[in-house]
C-alpha cells in the first residue's frame, strides 16, 4: 500500500467542495453499505482529513488500521459479530427476538460488517489519547460524507479485543477506540431526527431555562 503525500492538501481541499453545513446536516450513520470498492485517492483523502483533525498538545498518537482485504474483513466481521452480541448480553439480551427496535440497523451491520470495502480502526498509541481520536474520527466522517462515501461509528468489546489485535497484529499496549465501516451507502444520507435544544441544552445551571435559545 503506497500512501501519497505530495500535494494531497491542496488535492483534497478540492475535492472536498461541499459546504461544511451541508456536511454537517447530512451526515449520518449509515449501517447498510454497497459492496461496491472505495477509490484509493478517496480512501487517502478520508484519512488525511482525519489527521488535520486537533489533538492534545498536538502529539498525533494516533494511528489508523485499514482492512480492505477480503480474508482479513470476514474474519474480522466475525469478531465483530461476537463483539456486538457480548456487549447486547452485558445489557441483558440474549437473541434477536429480545432486542428492542431501534437495535435492528445495528445488528445487521453486526451481521454484514465484514463485507464493507473498508474498515477503519481509529487508535490511541496510548490510553491517554483516546479523547483526541474522537474529533480525527468525525473529521473522517465529514470528508466521507463530502465525497458520497458512508459509514459509521462503533466500537469493540474487551471480549474480542486480544483476539483482533493478534489478527490485525496491532500491539497490546494500543487501544482501539473506535471501529468504523466505509463503503456507498445503499440508502440516503440526512436529514436527520434530533431533539430539540431546549431539551438538551442548560444555560449557567443544569435543568435551567435557556433565555438564548
Not at 466500537?155 to 468504523?180: A, R, T
Request: some cysteine.
Amino acid at each position: 500500500m503506497v500512501i501519497p503525500e505530495a500535494g494531497l492538501r491542496l488535492k483534497n481541499i478540492g475535492k472536498l467542495d461541499m459546504s461544511v453545513g451541508d456536511a454537517i446536516y447530512s451526515l449520518r450513520a449509515i449501517r447498510r453499505l454497497k459492496p461496491d470498492p472505495i477509490p484509493d485517492e478517496d480512501l487517502w483523502t478520508v484519512l488525511d482529513a482525519a489527521r488535520q483533525a486537533p489533538n492534545g498538545s498536538n502529539q498525533q498518537d494516533w494511528h489508523f488500521v485499514v482492512i480492505r482485504d477480503p480474508e482479513i474483513r470476514r474474519q474480522f466481521g466475525a469478531l465483530f459479530r461476537k463483539a456486538w452480541w457480548a456487549k447486547r448480553n452485558d445489557a441483558g439480551y440474549f437473541k434477536p427476538e429480545d432486542l428492542p427496535d431501534h437495535f435492528r440497523s445495528a445488528m445487521g451491520l453486526a451481521d454484514a460488517i465484514g463485507e464493507s470495502p473498508v474498515i477503519v480502526l481509529a487508535c490511541a498509541m496510548n490510553l491517554g489519547f483516546r479523547e483526541s481520536v474522537i474529533p480525527a474520527t468525525q473529521n473522517l466522517l465529514l470528508a466521507a460524507r463530502a465525497l458520497g462515501i458512508g459509514g459509521t461509528i462503533t466500537s469493540l468489546h474487551p471480549s474480542v479485543d486480544g483476539s483482533i489485535k493478534e489478527l490485525l497484529q496491532i500491539p497490546g499496549s494500543v487501544e482501539i477506540v473506535y471501529c468504523v465501516p466505509l463503503g456507498y451507502p445503499k440508502g440516503d444520507f440526512g436529514p436527520v431526527t434530533r431533539k430539540p435544544l431546549a431539551e438538551i441544552v442548560s444555560e449557567d445551571a443544569w435543568g435551567s431555562a435557556q433565555r438564548s435559545l
